[in-house]
């Protein structure tokens, strides 16, 4: 899997100066900037893989973030390079027998698709830098809803601090009181000692019954047990293949939580019962199938991002069948939180950032 990810890397790159830098060539005070602007991003974009997968020291010193921020920044403007470049390139072939593309290759054609490449990119940052949106979801329609918050994805790390977290928070007490704060992974990425006063301001949000997490992929990447502690001072339980019961004014709850890199589906999903409303939480959505099965009620995952931005958004549902939003399947409802920061290029163009409000009728059918 390492040497398919290099050797598509560098294929890109390669691929991208022939068909945008190469036409420069005539012109040596555009074609040396650029194809040295391709050089130090493939650099940086190979950097990465090669110092993180093979490092065996957790912490990051301020020159490695610096460089992990540009790696992240050359995936994004790659992504949206390669995209346009692709899309022209089809053109040109389609127009070939015509022979109406000649206005569609040369320099003015590179130095277009350089420039919709940085728009796209500075428009995907300034959305991503933004913040999460609130999106409202009712499943059922009762008087006195339970209220429940989802946050999933936030990624606190190389682009996500303190501030974006207190954004989350200010955005969060907007919404009044609240019965349960659900964390449904991915919540860091890095070491975790160096996030705590970044994560911080979750301490601060109140609940009337409780607030729970459960690790996604990335706190497995790292240090998943330290990740777990961290999240466990700020006031949360954290659920590790097992089940808690709680009271509410509707009636009993089951909540339900699987750690995303050792999870036992089949041992956490046993105690579910039809008198008891059971909450599953599950960082990646494909576990729904075990959670219909089981007969879940209701189910909250994340981990998709909904594709964070193009191109990826246009085949994610292609890859998951529960990609983003609300489904329902018989009497078990999924919602798939498109994730409330972003990973790796610090960019949504085409998706958006969100905080989920659930407001459930535990019986409703």
Same mark, same amino acid.
């Given at each position: ?135 409202? $979801? ?144 599950? &960082?990646?959505? &494909? ?48 919602? $798939? ?29």
């Amino acid at each position: 899997m390492f040497i398919v990810i290099i050797s598509v890397l560098v294929a890109a790159f390669v691929y991208l100066g022939f068909r945008i830098a190469g036409p420069l060539y005539p012109y040596p005070e555009f074609f040396w900037p650029v194809t040295a602007a391709f050089g130090l991003g493939l650099a940086n974009v190979l950097w990465m893989p090669l110092h993180f997968w093979t490092s065996e020291d957790p912490e990051t010193s301020a020159l490695e973030r610096t460089l992990e921020r540009g790696a992240y920044l050359a995936l994004g403007a790659l992504s949206f390079l390669l995209l346009f470049t692709l899309a022209r390139d089809l053109a040109v072939l389609l127009l070939l027998p015509f022979g109406r593309s000649d206005g569609l290759t040369g320099p003015v054609a590179s130095a277009g698709l350089l420039g919709a490449t940085a728009l796209a990119l500075a428009v995907g940052i300034g959305i991503a830098l933004r913040g999460p949106r609130v999106v409202r $979801v009712e499943i059922g329609a009762g008087a006195a809803p339970l209220r429940i918050v989802q946050i999933s994805d936030l990624h606190v790390g190389t682009w996500i601090g303190r501030r974006y977290v207190e954004d989350v928070v200010r955005k969060i007490r907007a919404l009044g009181p609240i019965d349960f704060l659900f964390l449904t992974g991915d919540i860091g990425d890095g070491d975790p000692k160096g996030h705590v006063e970044d994560l911080a301001p979750l301490a601060g949000i109140e609940t009337r019954i409780g607030k729970f997490s459960v690790s996604g992929n990335h706190e497995g990447y790292w240090n998943e047990a330290e990740w777990n502690a961290r999240i466990r001072e700020l006031g949360f339980r954290v659920l590790e293949n097992e089940t808690a019961e709680v009271a509410s004014p509707a009636g009993p709850i089951s909540i339900h939580g699987i750690s995303d890199p050792q999870a036992d589906v089949a041992r956490t999903l046993a105690t579910v019962r039809p008198y008891r409303y059971s909450i599953f939480l599950a &960082h990646q959505p &494909h576990h729904a199938e075990a959670a219909i099965a089981a007969g879940v009620r209701l189910q909250l995952s994340g981990h998709t991002h909904q594709g964070q931005f193009l191109p990826w958004n246009l085949f994610i549902r292609k890859i998951h069948r529960f990609a983003a939003g609300l489904y329902r399947e018989g009497k078990t409802s999924i919602y $798939v939180n498109r994730g409330t920061g972003f990973w790796g290029p610090p960019v949504r163009l085409g998706t958006l950032s969100e905080i989920t409000l659930l407001e459930v009728d535990l019986w409703a059918d």
